[in-house]
């Protein structure tokens, strides 16, 4: 090869890494495209397309990844990638097994451990999640990103101080995070601080003004339709406290749900004392389906 190609397909990759960082994913695929047309064994161009295809919610985006495996099966690096296309699809399940293929080829690498932790959270194994996240952060004590993982793992395990104090120290490492601002938005509401949470909502928004969950926290604030129906569920997928509150939650959500409908009269809901109710614990789990599914529509992480 001549090192005028070489030259060229660097410059490309670089562009194309640029373009995928500053979010342009249909530019970012052309010139990783014509890089592929100098070097087609090369496995990186591969990568940013599946990078760039799965935030543009393209299907195919794992399979580019899975290319760039076959070329260099040893590289942790394109397992990780592989993993990560699968969860910015929202496929955690899909993505766990190449995660502990990247962990099990490079074990010192936090972002790997980091990952893995993040994968068994979105799957329910928050527990689990905990030593993962553990190993990242010393390996390398400055990541924001480990440090945002094991404050929604801590969570979710009932540990809400440790929480908030990884939610922070990832704060003092990156204020400027849309994320980490949004889920300190969610904290407050949590503890009723209407005012704070405010502000980092609105914080988060300025930051990424496409930022979903920040702005669901501000319709939440600002009293819209169905804002209680959202903190209830957020609630019921989220906070600690085991199967005992889940009924309770699930009673709430859905009685405010159906409670702010114009198409469904709460009567329907909203049992006395007697029968209804026992039939309401009877089809426990059919209610815990419908707003699994109501909350997954909203924009929210219900496992």
């Known amino acids: 090869m001549q090192g005028a190609d070489q030259r060229q397909f660097e410059r490309l990759c670089r562009?194309?890494?640029?373009?995928?960082?500053?979010?342009?994913?249909?530019?970012?695929?052309?010139y990783a495209l014509k890089a592929l047309a100098i070097i087609p064994d090369d496995p990186r161009p591969h990568v940013q397309i599946a990078y760039a295809k799965a935030r543009l919610k393209d299907s195919e985006a794992p399979e580019w990844a899975r290319k760039a495996i076959a070329l260099e099966p040893e590289n942790a690096q394109w397992h990780a990638a592989l993993a990560d296309t699968y969860g910015i699809l929202g496929k955690w399940r899909e993505a766990l097994?190449?995660?502990?293929?990247?962990?099990?080829?490079?074990?010192e690498k936090p972002g790997f451990q980091s990952g893995m932790g993040?994968?068994?959270?979105?799957?329910?194994?928050?527990?689990?999640?905990?030593p993962y996240l553990e190993r990242a952060l010393e390996l390398n004590p400055?990541?924001?990103?480990?440090?945002?993982?094991?404050?929604?793992?801590?969570?979710?395990?009932?540990?809400?101080?440790?929480?908030s104090q990884h939610l922070r120290k990832a704060l003092e490492l990156k204020p400027d995070d849309p994320n980490l601002q949004t889920l300190l938005g969610w904290e407050y509401t949590r503890k009723g601080k209407r005012k704070q949470g405010n502000e980092a909502f609105y914080e988060a928004l300025r930051l990424d003004p496409t930022l979903a969950t920040a702005k669901l926290g501000i319709r939440a604030r600002l009293g819209s339709r169905f804002s209680l129906a959202d903190v209830f569920l957020r609630a019921a997928f989220s906070n600690p406290g085991g199967k005992r509150l889940l009924f309770l939650r699930i009673f709430l959500a859905l009685f405010l749900l159906f409670e702010t409908s114009t198409s469904i009269h709460s009567i329907y809901l909203w049992p006395v004392w007697g029968v209804e109710l026992i039939l309401l614990f009877a089809f426990y789990r059919?209610?815990?389906?419908?707003l699994r599914f109501v909350a997954r529509r909203?924009?929210?992480?219900?496992?």
Not at 142 to 163: C, E, I, N
Not at 298 to 303: E, T
């Open 15 to 30: 562009q194309a890494d640029f373009l995928l960082h500053t979010k342009r994913y249909a530019l970012c695929i052309d």
């Open 97 to 107: 097994t190449p995660m502990q293929d990247a962990v099990k080829l490079d074990p």
């Open 118 to 130: 993040q994968c068994l959270t979105f799957l329910g194994k928050a527990k689990e999640a905990v």
């Open 142 to 163: 400055q990541s924001a990103v480990s440090h945002a993982r094991m404050s929604v793992a801590l969570f979710k395990t009932g540990d809400t101080k440790g929480s």
């Open 286 to 290: 059919i209610a815990h389906r419908v």
């Open 298 to 303: 909203r924009g929210i992480n219900a496992v």
